[in-house]
């Protein structure tokens, strides 16, 4: 940025512009009597004028720039806040969601190891009936074989 103000301050300023320090110089001590004529006078002010003319519409250019400049970066930065905000709000509400998650995981990881020993209790209690039924069926097997024979006795 420095070295294109640098160019642009040489060219409107520059050795051949009509509007350098030595130049001016010139005019100002150049006197109509010493040989100068004035059309030769009239062409450098209108030469000067021009180059006023032309360093105004360049410093009109240049500040148009610097405008549009300023409104795009205060709107990029506008954006960009806006933006940023609302990454932060999903980013909470990720967090919070992602912290639910987690509770129902717990609790539910409680609940399956409360199944798990439920199921284990209960295989345990159905292996205790079905030893009491297996026992209740071989009494049973008995008691008729006796009720056999005491019937072929009696009988």
Do not use: H, P
Not at 20 to 41: A, F, H, Q, Y
Not at 54 to 77: C, H, M, P, V, W
Request: charged share 40%; hydrophobic share 35%.
């Amino acid at each position: 940025m420095a070295s294109e103000v640098r160019n642009f301050a040489t060219q409107i300023f520059g050795e051949n512009s009509g509007i350098s320090d030595e130049e001016i110089k010139r005019l100002l001590n150049t006197r109509d009597g010493k040989g100068v004529k004035s059309w030769e006078l009239k062409k450098r002010v209108q030469k000067g004028d021009e180059m006023v003319k032309r360093l105004k519409d360049t410093l009109n250019s240049y500040q148009k720039g610097k405008q549009r400049f300023k409104a795009l970066s205060i709107e990029a930065e506008l954006a960009a806040r806006s933006n940023w905000a609302k990454c932060a709000e999903r980013v909470e509400g990720s967090d919070k969601e992602n912290d639910k998650l987690r509770t129902e995981v717990k609790s539910l990881s409680i609940v399956a190891v409360q199944s798990r020993d439920k199921a284990k209790d209960k295989e345990r209690e159905a292996e205790v009936w079905k030893e009491k039924a297996e026992r209740m069926e071989i009494e049973g097997k008995k008691v008729k074989e006796a009720l056999m024979q005491a019937e072929k006795v009696s009988g």
